[in-house]
């Protein structure tokens, strides 16, 4: 099970170092924002959603997709602008969307998420699918109103929404600390009569037991419930972030904390034998330079369907 | 079975509410003051009461109604939301511009937004400057997003069931100054017809004018004024702002080489210079220089006479008729 997660972890490490090295050597473009050091969350998370459930995720969001099982390959082609992009080279890597996952999408406006997943659970009390809906966003989407609307509006109505915050820190390129009075994110949840809870985001154990409580409220249609996972980004905002924000010291100590470190450390302690649990990051690194390699040898988009989509 | 009744605007919008309530039961209805008030104008009243939990009155929170619609409309209903008055949409703009209208294209169409967002412009006595702009515009300025602008009560009724019915986000801009007005026939229970179109309110060949919105009734009094004295105008309504019926704005331009523009809206960046570029682009032959009757930039002021004197009259349209005809009247 430990060693399960370890290899879910790294899958998706593997996939943002991945997609980091490509995006350097200039085979994707544009703006990537990578989620090392969070994979925790995403995968813990999760672990205890259904298919019928609906996730909703931010530009950070790669980890949160391969961990609702969407293809690795189908994500590398999507940032490649490949045809066999989940959304053929039209989302990137900051709104991506896979709804046949339960992914559905990414979103480069901090915290507009949020009321989209709201509505998914309006659906779902409608369609008798049973759909409960998961929203994750960061430290600083909780300033933004949109976030506050949603909370509201799902409390108000008892919808099923599970709200996630994953509390890095850092509003962007901004401690959060600084850009709020009250640093307990969590009470505004409360505030609105939504059950709330802050959980160490490291701890697998942790976001399990609170993503579960949440996801059985939701279900029971007891309504919404907030969950602030503490973790750390150990990558930049973006990819060519300078980091100058970061305090001497602070990098090195969140090294020690991120969840891959502290579960392999974990492991070892328990005497699972270091092949093992090596073999974890060898294999998800195999399977995702297959994965790009059979990417960058997809077909690019046709421009000629550059305007496909654009209305039903 | 199609049937004919008297109804006002307002009316006829409960009656097309009510139909799609009905017939699709997929459809939601919802926003400020809409279910147990029965909205501020009125119009949705007793359709909570007949279609219960799908009627529902929502927080004062813009977004988190756009975003729900957004978010519901991909799993398969079809929300029908109201933005008390098209001002206040600015708030949650940013699930009508980055979410609804982007949903079916980044997904490669794996999902869609097919919702409607119900809402009033217009200018009114002493309304005030955040309740009377007119801003389709910056709707029209966003490809993604479908809008209808309503006039009459048949065009009330048949373009928000279109509207339902299209799979694309939609926006049915209605005026609150027309909810209450005159009773007219209007059949309702027929076929739901695809979005797209215009309305042909006169024939001639002297002059083309393009218009939407309330202002319609005041082209219709310029244009009677200048046929009585033997001047035909060719006037088309386009209450369909996207799509947009290019074709007949080509085709009648075509024939009377003369193009006036009117709306409420403001003149600078207003959908009426799209209209005006679009001909000169199409290289059509014109007898005079196209013109624009539109809100001279400006706010909107609450004291009546000043925004008489800001916004399109009668008399505006007439003399620019005028000095339209006039230009290459050889």
């Known amino acids: 099970m430990k060693l399960d997660d370890l290899l879910a972890m790294w899958r ?100 507009a998420g949020a009321p989209i997943a709201v509505g ?123 980091e100058q924000y970061r305090p001497a010291g602070e990098l090195e100590r969140d090294l020690e904390l991120e969840p891959i470190a502290r579960l392999t450390r974990e492991l070892l302690a328990e005497g699972v034998p270091t092949e093992a649990v090596a073999r974890c990051e060898e294999r998800a690194r195999a399977e995702m330079d297959a994965a790009a390699d059979a990417a960058l040898a997809d077909p690019l988009t046709d421009p000629a369907t550059a305007k496909d989509h654009l209305y039903a | 079975m199609p049937e004919i009744v008297k109804l006002n605007v307002g009316g006829a919008v409960n009656a097309a509410l009510a139909r799609a309530l009905e017939e699709m039961p997929e459809t939601l209805l919802y926003g400020e003051d809409v279910a147990k008030p029965g909205g501020v104008f009125g ?70 937004a097919p919702l409607t967002i119900r809402t009033q412009q217009g200018s009114a006595p002493g309304s005030c400057a955040q309740h009377s702009q007119n801003l389709e515009a910056l709707l029209l300025h966003v490809p993604g997003i479908r809008v209808a602008m309503p006039r009459t009560p048949q065009d009330s009724y048949d373009l928000l069931l279109s509207a339902v019915a299209c799979d694309d986000p939609t926006v049915v801009i209605e005026n609150r100054t027309l909810y209450a007005g005159p009773k007219d026939a209007v059949e309702v229970g027929g076929p739901v017809r695809p979005i797209g179109g215009h309305r042909q309110l006169r024939s001639g060949a002297d002059a083309t004018v393009v218009v939407w919105g309330a202002v319609t009734t005041k082209v219709l009094d310029a244009v009677d004024r200048l046929e009585a004295e033997g001047t035909s105008v060719d006037v ?21 080489g003369r193009l006036l523009v009117v709306h409420e809206a403001a003149r600078t960046g207003g959908f009426g210079a799209e209209v005006v570029a679009r001909i000169a682009e199409s290289g059509v032959a014109l007898r005079s220089a196209p013109r624009r009757v539109a809100l001279d930039d400006s706010r909107i002021p609450s004291a009546p006479q000043l925004a008489a004197a800001l916004l399109p009259q009668t008399a505006d349209v007439e003399s620019a008729l005028r000095s339209l005809v006039a230009g290459g009247a050889e």
Not at chain 1, 138 to 161: C, H, I, K, P, Y
Not at chain 1, 166 to 178: G, K, V
Not at chain 1, 198 to 222: H, I, M, P
Not at chain 2, 70 to 77: N, Q, W
Request: glycine residues 12%; contains cysteine.
């Open chain 2, 43 to 112: 119009v949705s009243r007793g359709l909570h009461k007949r279609f219960g939990d799908r009627v529902f009155d929502t927080p004062i929170s813009e977004t988190a109604m756009l975003g729900a619609a957004v978010g519901a409309a991909s799993f398969g209903r079809r929300p029908i939301v109201e933005i008390m008055w098209i001002d206040f949409s600015l708030v949650a703009f940013d699930q009508i511009v980055n979410q609804a209208a982007n949903v079916r294209y980044v997904s490669a169409g794996r999902t869609g």
């Open chain 1, 12 to 111: 998706i490490r593997a996939l943002e170092e991945k997609i980091r090295d490509l995006r350097l050597e200039g085979s994707i473009v544009g703006s990537v924002h990578l989620s090392n050091g969070q994979e925790s969350v995403a995968v813990a998370a999760c672990s205890q959603l259904r298919p019928v459930d609906a996730v909703y995720a931010t530009y950070r969001g790669h980890g949160w997709a391969v961990a609702r099982g969407v293809p690795p390959r189908e994500i590398f082609a999507e940032l490649l602008g490949r045809v066999t992009g989940v959304n053929g080279g039209r989302g990137g890597s900051a709104h991506f969307s896979a709804p046949q996952h339960g992914f559905h999408g990414e979103n480069s406006i901090v915290g």
């Open chain 2, 236 to 256: 088309l309504e386009m209450v369909w702002l996207n799509p947009f019926d290019w074709d007949a704005v080509l085709d009648s331009v075509g024939r009377t």
């Open chain 1, 120 to 242: 998914a659970a309006l659906a779902g009390r409608f369609d008798g699918s049973g759909r409960i809906a998961l929203t994750v966003f960061g430290d600083g989407a909780m300033n933004q109103g949109a976030v506050a609307e949603a909370m509201n509006f799902a409390a108000a109505f008892s919808l099923g929404v599970v709200f996630v915050c994953e509390n890095n820190r850092y509003s962007e390129l901004t401690p959060i600390d600084d850009m709020v009075a009250q640093p307990d994110l969590s009470r505004r949840a409360t505030a609105l009569g939504i059950p709330a809870v802050r959980v160490d985001g490291n701890d697998l154990a942790q976001v399990r037991t609170a993503t579960r409580l949440a996801v059985e409220s939701a279900a029971a249609g007891r309504g919404p419930s907030f969950v602030e996972a503490h973790t750390q980004r150990i990558v930049g905002h973006y990819i060519g972030d300078a």
